[in-house]
């Protein structure tokens, strides 16, 4: 089922809106090209922004609130320990590319993403990305998840992956799951007790995944960027609907005090010139609704 939906513009003036969250009452997303970290009340008032040193990826909050950020370049996650940052993670030692997404479970640890390689030096060719989304040539699956304890320490738990990308962990922690922008699929794991990953199982799309989100009732929101849309499967992969943007979606997630919201990181254009340019990257948000009326 698709949907051409209407949706409300909660944030707006941005140069690249990214990894959007709903955390105790607000929306939060990062500008990667301005290196921010910005919150919004759900009707867009009361704008909060944490600057930070270089461009922020995926965000997160440990069990006490604390606020965690990818730096993607240096290959660090760091903390907000009130108002003062804190190097919470650093994987530049293991890491040649950039971290990517981040989910943090309820324990507190953390799943992080390494892009793997450079995609913008790998895709030479304006036909090279529809390529890579159709199956027609394969690019390195060189990306890596990494596990972070509470303390710090990490370890890999995962390779093989075709540039990871978003990544959500459900809320009774048994599955993680990651999607793998150049491999057009999004990989379950089983989550074992003490973090590692087992039981891979590959679900294939039609396009190439961005940001991921987990709504309410369990199924999977994955943004496909050229399609201009937030699609929502179940766990094992088969498609449910089809919420479609006027804009390049590069990220969603859900939230709102009854999680019936479904929040999109959406932009014009993809070339960082060009988005800083226009400062048009925005968040959206549209009310979805179960599965079953869906169909229905």
Known sequence: MTV???????????SFTECPRYHDGRVWFVD?????????????????????????????W???????????????????????????????DSVISTLNDLAVDSAG?????????DPHAFLSDPEDIDNVCHGRFTPPATSRLFLVETDGE???????????????????????????????RLTRFRLAPDGS?????????????????????GYIWVSDVFGRAAVRIDAEGREI????????????????????????CASPALDSTECLRLRESRVEAVTIDSPTRVAK
């Open 4 to 14: 051409n939906s209407s949706f409300e513009v909660v944030a707006d003036g941005y």
């Open 154 to 184: 990490y370890r890999e738990v995962a390779s093989g992956l075709a540039f990871s990308n978003g990544i959500v962990v459900d809320e009774t922690r048994e599955y993680l799951f990651v999607a793998e922008s150049f491999g057009a």
């Open 241 to 264: 609907e089809r919420v479609r943007s006027s804009r390049l979606v590069l990220a969603c997630a859900t939230g709102g005090a009854r999680g019936d919201q479904l929040y999109l």
């Open 197 to 217: 990953l087992t039981e891979r199982k590959e679900l294939f799309v039609d396009f190439a995944p961005d940001g991921i989100g987990m709504d309410t009732w």
């Open 32 to 60: 990667m090209h301005l290196n921010r970290v910005i919150s919004v009340r759900p009707d867009g008032s009361d704008t909060r922004t944490i600057e930070v040193a270089s461009a922020p990826g995926g965000i997160g």
């Open 62 to 92: 440990l069990p006490d609130g604390r606020l965690l950020v990818v730096l993607m370049q240096e290959r660090k996650i760091v903390r907000f320990d009130d108002d003062e940052m804190v190097v919470h993670a650093d994987l530049s």
């Open 109 to 117: 640890r953390c799943y992080v993403g390494e892009t793997g390689f």
